[in-house]
């Protein structure tokens, strides 16, 4: 039991110990401490969260002990390099040395893209480079962002068809510093992916006293068609005070847009162009502007082929009834009682000879009888 005892308590000591160890700082550690434009050096790094994206810069203006006050915008963001870490939170990467904007003391600057926020600078020399002292901070005043960072607004129907998405950064800062702040400057930036953010600079109008706190709300704009995720970024006196995630939805109308304008155009020009068509096309008869639409007017078209027919050569009295046929009818005139007498009996083109229900007609006879057959001559 006494064994027991001595055990449970040398577990419990032990415990912090290995929590503190898990909980160390990331270590950055170079190959060389100095090198020239052109050159590389490796960057080792330890400690870090198991597969994390890392992004590795060479900055100036910067102290391993007072981070890179003036932001990303003091490093050489063009030959900046990213690495992700190993199952047991390590790395090794080459990393072309580059001078940065700002003149030295320079770091080797390493942080965090994702996740959890963390970053950790070694001391480098870039040779060659310019070296100056850090700025002074001017005045006692230091402020604190308190509460947590929110975006207020909405966005609107013009921003569903690619107007500029815009919000109210807001949040609560305390002056923890031994003088008043009057009118301080912020710098807002917004990011996307990995690229670093673009700081713009916003001044409040207004003072907060030692020990006091005040709300500020300042504003944040994108640019035009602007979707997906982006981080804002709150900086003061050099250093980052708050980030605030934003998802900007996609801009659905424009697609829209495109899409019934793929549709509509060319069904206005199919019909324009039909219109032309139908207007220039030649009438199909003669009858010109009266004339019926094409498919409507078969009596025509049946007349023209019949007047295109070979005529055949029909009697006398065959004609005579094929013109009283075509003339208007009227009232008949009276027919004396001689004409009837001669008319009664069988049509004018037979006679009794040639009368279908009198006999067969003579061999060689395919019509009828011509003027100058002997049943015509008698007829007449």
């Not at 939170?89 to 965090?112: D, I, N, R, Y």
């Not at 300042?218 to 980030?243: C, D, I, Q, R």
């Not at 009266?290 to 498919?295: K, V, Y």
Request: aromatic letters at 6%.
């Amino acid at each position: 039991m006494a064994a027991a005892a001595v055990l449970a308590v040398l577990a419990f000591l032990l415990l912090p110990a290995g929590q503190a160890t898990a909980a160390e700082k990331p270590t950055v550690t170079l190959s060389k401490a100095e090198a020239g434009k052109g050159g590389d050096i490796t960057v080792k790094g330890k400690g870090w969260r198991p597969n994390a994206l890392l992004m590795m810069l060479v900055c100036g203006q910067a102290t391993p002990a007072g981070g890179v006050p003036g932001g990303t915008n003091s490093c050489a963001n063009d030959t900046g390099r990213a690495v992700t870490t190993d199952g047991k939170g390590a790395f090794s990467k080459k990393l072309p040395v580059a001078e940065p904007p700002k003149p030295c003391p320079c770091v080797v600057h390493v942080a965090t893209v994702t996740g959890d926020k963390a970053q950790a600078d070694a001391s480098f020399k870039v040779a060659g480079h310019p070296v100056e002292p850090l700025p002074k901070q001017e005045g006692g005043g230091r402020l604190s962002v308190l509460t947590d960072t929110e975006l207020e607004g909405s966005s609107g129907v013009l921003t569903w068809f690619g107007a500029p998405p815009s919000r109210k950064f807001v949040f609560t800062v305390g002056n923890v510093g031994s003088s008043p702040v009057k009118d301080p400057v912020f710098q807002v930036g917004t990011s996307h992916g990995v690229f670093a953010p673009q700081f713009e600079e916003q001044q409040w109008r207004g003072t907060i006293a030692p020990g006091k706190k005040a709300q500020i709300k300042l504003p944040v704009e994108l640019s035009a068609g602007a979707h997906g995720n982006y981080l804002v970024s709150l900086k003061f006196g050099g250093k980052v005070l708050a980030e605030q995630p934003w998802g900007v939805g996609r801009p659905w109308g424009v697609t829209v847009f495109w899409v019934l304008l793929c549709v509509v155009v060319p069904a206005a020009v199919f019909r324009i162009g039909m219109a032309v068509v139908d207007k220039l096309r030649p009438n199909r008869r003669r009858g010109g502007r009266g004339s019926r639409p094409a498919g409507r007017h078969r009596t025509g078209r049946i007349a023209e082929l019949t007047d295109r027919l070979p005529k055949l050569r029909l009697p006398q009295g065959a004609v005579a009834a094929d013109d009283a046929a075509r003339t208007p009818r009227t009232s008949p005139p009276r027919a004396s009682a001689k004409d009837a007498a001669t008319n009664t009996g069988t049509l004018p083109w037979f006679t009794p000879d040639t009368d279908p229900g009198a006999g067969t007609p003579p061999a060689g006879q395919l019509s009828a009888p011509s003027e100058n057959s002997p049943t015509t001559k008698g007829n007449t």
